[in-house]
C-alpha cells in the first residue's frame, strides 16, 4: 500500500518536480497543498486533486493534512514567513497524525562558503549575514524543539544549488548570457555544491520511508565535484556561446555595501519581516511570467562563487542508503536539451 504523501510548496520548482517524480515513478499517492488552485495548472497532467491551504493558518493546514502519512515541506518565502510556517505546520501535522514531517531546510545554514571539515555535526550560527541563513537555522532547531513534546517525526534534508530544468540557477545564467549581463568569479573556480533536482526528490522519498533516523539532518548533493564553470560552461555551449567571453570578477576582497546590511537587518527583524509580509501585494492569477536572471554580484553570491569546500554526503549515504541516480554529466544534457525548447525564456 502506498504512502499518502502531502507535499506543501507543491507550485514551487522543487514541489513541483517532486510531485512529477513520484506520480511517474508511482512511489505515493500525492496531494498538492497550495494557496490557490490557479496555480497547480502546470500539474494538471498528472490528474491530482489539489487542496487549498495558507501555511500561516494550522486550521487550514490540518484540514489539509488529514490522512496524509508523511508531509514534505517545501516552501519558500521571506525569512519572517519562513520561520513563522514551520510552527504552524508541524503544530498541524502533529494534530492530523501525520507519521513524519520531511522539512527541506538548506546547506546554506553552514553558510554559502563552508569551512573544510564542514558536516552536520558542525555548530549551527543563528547570528550570520545573511538573515535566510539565520532564519533556516532557526526554523531547524524550532522543529526538533517542538518534537520533543509530540509525536510527529522530523527529518531535515540540507541540499545546495538545486539545478535541472527549470531551475532558477539554469535558467538564470542563460538568461544572462542572452542580454550580456552574465559573469563569472574568479574563472568560475569555486566549488559548486550542487544537487540535480531528481537526486533531491530521490532523497526526499528515502527521508520518507527509512526507519530510525527521526530528528536526524542530512546533507544531500551530487556525487561529483562540481565548479561553477562546469555547472555554466554547457548552458553557455548550448547557446551557442563561449564561456571564455564572458567577463570575469576578481572578488577575493568583496565588501557588502550599505544597501545590503540595511536588507539583511530589516529580513533579521521578525516586525519588520512581518509587515512587510503584511504589505505585499498580492499576486495576481494572471502575472505575466518573470524571466529570472543571473543575481547581481553581492555579499551571499561572493560568498557562493568563492566556496572551496566540497559538502559531504557520507551520513545520507550511510543511513538513508543516498546515491544519485543522476549524474552531473546526464543532468547537463537534461538541462540544455531543456534550454534549448525554451523560447518564451529567451531567444536562441
Known sequence: MMLNVGILGATGFIGTRTTEFFCVNKLAEIKPIVRASSSLSHLKHLGLKSCIADALDSSSLYNAFVGCDIVIYCISGNPWFLKKTVASTYQAAEKAKVRRLVYLSTASVHGQAPL????????????QFLAYNNAKVKAEKLLLKLRQK????????????????YSSWVA????????????????????CNSIYIDNLAHAIYLAMITPDVDQEAFIVGDRERITWADLYDPIAQALGKSLSQVPNINCSDYNPSLKEYLRE??????????LIHLL???????KTRQVPQQSALNQEM???YQCQYQLPDQKA????NYTPIISFHRGCEYMTEWLKTQDYLFKV
Open 265 to 274: 537587518a530589516i529580513q533579521n527583524s521578525d516586525l519588520l519581516g512581518e
Open 150 to 165: 509530540r509525536n510527529t517525526e522530523i527529518v531535515i534534508l540540507r541540499p545546495g544549488i538545486v539545478t535541472g530544468p
Open 172 to 191: 538564470g545564467f542563460a538568461n544572462s548570457l542572452q542580454n550580456q549581463t552574465a559573469y563569472l568569479v574568479n574563472q568560475g573556480q569555486g566549488i
Open 116 to 127: 573544510v571539515g564542514t558536516d552536520e555535526n558542525s555548530p549551527l550560527n543563528e547570528s
Open 302 to 304: 561572493a560568498w557562493l
Open 280 to 286: 505585499k501585494p498580492v499576486r495576481s492569477s494572471k
Open 317 to 320: 549515504e550511510e543511513l538513508l
